[in-house]
């Protein structure tokens, strides 16, 4: 989505870290919470429930990665929010190809673990794992005791999620590995473009699987194709969005350079785009980003004012006298003249 808060709830706030729910999240909740009491059974109610909380969990688990990775290669993670297959708000990292594919992979090889930890598990209480393994089709999901379920839902969810983030379309993982493939052999710009065709591409064939699988039901109350068609929807207009990213690519780079010994408000003044976008809805999504890319770059530059007395204690304490919190803002800062020596 164009501006993620808007279309999210605050749930919890880790130290610098804003939790948000996104409302298709919701929406998927809520869907499954339909289907659950919808079945036979008293406790098919509270089966509906504990999909709810492994799904969060799971999608919690894969951003965890990203996090972590991010703050490897000296990024940053403002807010995670969260969707119903895998985080939408990607963590602030150097643009690098390196990094970019380490963070971009980080997510799906949660997950991978998840499954991997499951399957020993799924294996000695008798459970086929191959019959989770069809996406929009698993057995018997929702059939046995408390654990048990628990158990098939933590290695589907976690299944589920890693497979469609693997896909090449925005706003999932896919599509950024690709995108930092591409990027040694072509310019930033050109490769995000690439990725943003494979992201329509990837919906039209969504769409096709979607008509041959019209027939065809999961659980035998959901037919597959709406899921799937839905997605497809959902990718095919982040194409859209990051379509109109690309257009500032240009515009940010001139920010990388911009003086600020000018002032701040000299920035907004003498800054406009290269390309201006059509429609009212653009400008305005145009004007959000800007905002934000300004921001974000005063406080690179406030950052980078520091590493000057973090620099005299590193003298004379040495690396370890430093605090975590400082050694963070070293890394950060060096990855960032690492890139534009780079770029």
């Not at 808007?6 to 409302?23: E, G, K, M, V």
């Not at 869907?31 to 008293?42: D, E, P, R, V």
């Not at 089966?47 to 894969?62: D, E, P, Q, T």
């Not at 990665?65 to 895998?86: F, I, K, N, W, Y």
Request: hydrophobic share 50%; proline share 5%.
């Amino acid at each position: 989505m164009s501006d993620l808060p808007h279309w999210s709830l605050l749930f919890a706030q880790l130290r610098r870290i804003h939790l948000r729910i996104h409302a298709t999240f919701f929406a998927v909740a809520l869907f499954a919470l339909y289907l659950s009491t919808s079945q036979q059974g008293q406790e098919m109610a509270g089966y509906g429930l504990l999909s709810i909380a492994v799904l969060l969990v799971s999608v919690l688990f894969h951003e965890a990665g990203h996090m972590l990775a991010a703050a490897r290669v000296g990024g940053s993670t403002e807010q995670v929010v969260v969707g119903p297959l895998g985080g939408l708000a990607f963590p602030e990292i150097p643009r690098e190809p390196q990094a970019e594919l380490l963070v971009a992979l980080a997510g799906p090889a949660a997950n991978l673990a998840a499954v991997l930890l499951a399957l020993p598990v799924a294996l000695a209480v008798g459970l086929n794992p191959a019959e989770l393994m069809i996406p929009w089709q698993p057995v018997d999901l929702l059939v046995g005791d408390w654990w048990f379920v628990g158990l098939k839902l933590a290695f589907w969810c976690n299944w589920v999620i890693l497979l469609a983030s693997l896909l090449p379309a925005y706003p999932l993982d896919g599509a950024r590995v690709l995108r930092a493939l591409l990027t040694p052999a072509i310019d930033y710009r050109s490769a995000g473009m690439v990725a943003v065709r494979a992201t329509k591409m990837t919906a039209v064939v969504l769409l096709i699987l979607a008509v041959v699988l019209r027939n065809e039901k999961a659980a035998e109350v959901l037919p597959v194709w709406v899921p799937i068609a839905l997605l497809a929807i959902f990718v095919y207009s982040h194409a859209a969005l990051e379509a109109i990213k690309q257009d500032e690519t240009d515009w940010e780079e001139e920010l990388f350079n911009y003086d600020f010994s000018q002032g701040y408000t000299s920035l907004e003044r003498t800054m406009d785009p290269p390309h201006k976008p059509r429609g009212s809805l653009r400008q305005w999504i145009e004007n959000r980003r800007a905002m934000r890319r300004r921001k974000r770059q005063w406080q690179e530059q406030e950052e980078e004012r520091q590493v000057d007395a973090i620099l005299i204690r590193l003298h004379e304490v040495g690396l370890d006298g430093l605090t975590a919190k400082e050694r963070s803002l070293l890394n950060r800062v060096s990855a960032r003249y690492r890139n534009r020596q780079g770029s």
